[in-house]
């Protein structure tokens, strides 16, 4: 059996490669410290299972998964990641992966319960993913009910302090459209200025406050 583990941090990324050979029998284990080596790794050999992180640079986990997900391997992924905010985990939880474990929950129980799961092909989340997947699927208020796509994504352009122009020409759409589309989706979350929308996108995860993530797609 083969794992790829894609982690840009070398503590982590080499503690998971020795615990899936020494404990769980993997035959060889290939690692990668950024998303792009990741994604060239990935169509060179197969793999039985894959480990990612979100936050990696040159290609986020997210769109790494996605990638390799649309490849039609039914490849098993688990994500560990300290990002476990509203918008990461629906992302998450909707794309295909099976296994999320938040980077506080990585016990070595945990760990293993994630490992077995997810490797049988079966979802896993820890329990703060889970938490968080609880509540919002109970809260008829959550900003992907609220709001629609369009708003969301200049929402999240606009969190990121670019103009109406700017955002007019990542979307194809006139600075008009753009500015009706931020009144509508400030009126409806009940935001009063930029300030409070920038403060709203940082706490649900819309906006990442490290660099490395885009995920305008998913929105």
């Known amino acids: 059996m083969k794992a790829l583990i894609v982690e840009d941090e070398k503590f982590v990324r080499e503690s998971l490669a020795e615990l899936l050979i020494n404990e769980y ?3 060889e284990v290939v690692q990668a410290d950024n ?32 990638r390799i997900l649309e490849c039609g391997r039914g490849q098993r992924i688990l994500v560990l990641s300290s990002e476990c905010d509203d918008f990461t985990v629906r992302e998450v ?27 049988e092909g079966h979802v896993y989340y820890s329990a703060k993913v889970d938490a968080v997947l609880d509540r919002l699927r109970d809260d008829p208020d ?18 990121q302090r670019k103009t109406d122009a700017a955002v007019g020409l990542e979307l194809d759409l006139s600075e008009f459209t753009v500015r009706r589309h931020r009144h509508n989706a400030m009126k409806k979350l009940n935001l009063k200025n930029e300030s ?24």
């Open 93 to 119: 939880s909707r794309c295909g992966i099976l296994g999320f474990v938040c980077k506080t929950e990585m016990s070595l129980e945990v760990l293993d319960a994630a490992f077995r799961a997810v490797f």
């Open 142 to 159: 959550a900003y992907f009910r609220v709001l629609s796509k369009r708003e969301l994504q200049v929402l999240r352009f606009i969190a």
């Open 25 to 27: 029998n993997f035959d």
């Open 196 to 219: 409070s929308l920038l403060h709203f996108a940082l706490d649900k995860g819309i906006l990442k406050h490290k660099g490395g993530l885009d995920w305008s797609d998913g929105s």
């Open 35 to 66: 998303g792009e080596m990741g994604w060239e790794v990935y169509q060179q050999q197969p793999f039985q299972f894959i480990i990612l992180d979100l936050m990696l640079p040159k290609l986020d986990g997210l769109k790494l998964a996605k």
